[in-house]
């Protein structure tokens, strides 16, 4: 099974970021800048999700992953709101990369990220009858909590940059 992130992973979303800290810092002036509840609001909304742009080197690794080692299960498992799904879809599509699932978080869920993807991540797996996957992700936490707890995963920050080598095990 193969498991992708989209934020950061498959889509630079840095215009959405920077659109919706703007307004969160129209809301309150703080010298110091923390993502608030306006900046996830907005972030985790299809508002400004026409500004992020297809990370191409990481869906082209993605794409020749996928023709080489036929995973049975794709799935994507991110941390974007169910509001943002008809967007994500577009996105999907557009980039073309055909998903058996798409996995995002319903809105009173406010688990950490890390938690909540594991937690999918063990559904998917015992609902496909899978006993491995390989997670494409960006953020160092989810990264290592995963590889924690067993689950192999591929930094999407080194393909980006080019230093992943195709040294893949099977799926
Ligand atoms: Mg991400």
Excluded at 63 to 76: D, F, M, T, Y
Excluded at 156 to 161: C, E, H, M, Q, R
Aim: charged share 40%; aromatic share 10%; proline share 2%.
């Amino acid at each position: 099974m193969l498991v992708l992130d989209l934020d950061g992973t498959l889509f630079d979303t840095s215009a959405r970021w920077h659109e919706c800290k703007k307004l969160s810092r129209e809301d309150r002036k703080t010298l110091f800048w923390v993502p608030d509840r306006v900046f996830w609001e907005c972030y985790q909304s299809p508002r400004f999700m026409n500004l992020d742009e297809p990370k191409w080197k990481v869906i082209r690794f993605v794409k020749r992953l996928i023709e080489e080692k036929e995973p049975e299960v794709i799935a994507v498992v991110s941390g974007r709101s169910e509001k943002q799904r008809k967007e994500t879809l577009k996105q999907m599509s557009n980039i073309g990369i055909e998903t058996n699932e798409i996995v995002l978080r319903g809105e009173k869920d406010f688990r950490k990220d890390y938690e909540f993807k594991k937690f999918v991540i063990r559904e998917l797996m015992e609902k496909y009858d899978q006993n491995k996957a390989i997670v494409i992700d960006d953020s160092d936490v989810v990264l290592k909590y995963l590889e924690e707890e067993e689950i192999e995963v591929i930094d999407a920050k080194t393909i980006a940059k080019g230093e992943k080598k195709e040294n893949m095990n099977t799926l």
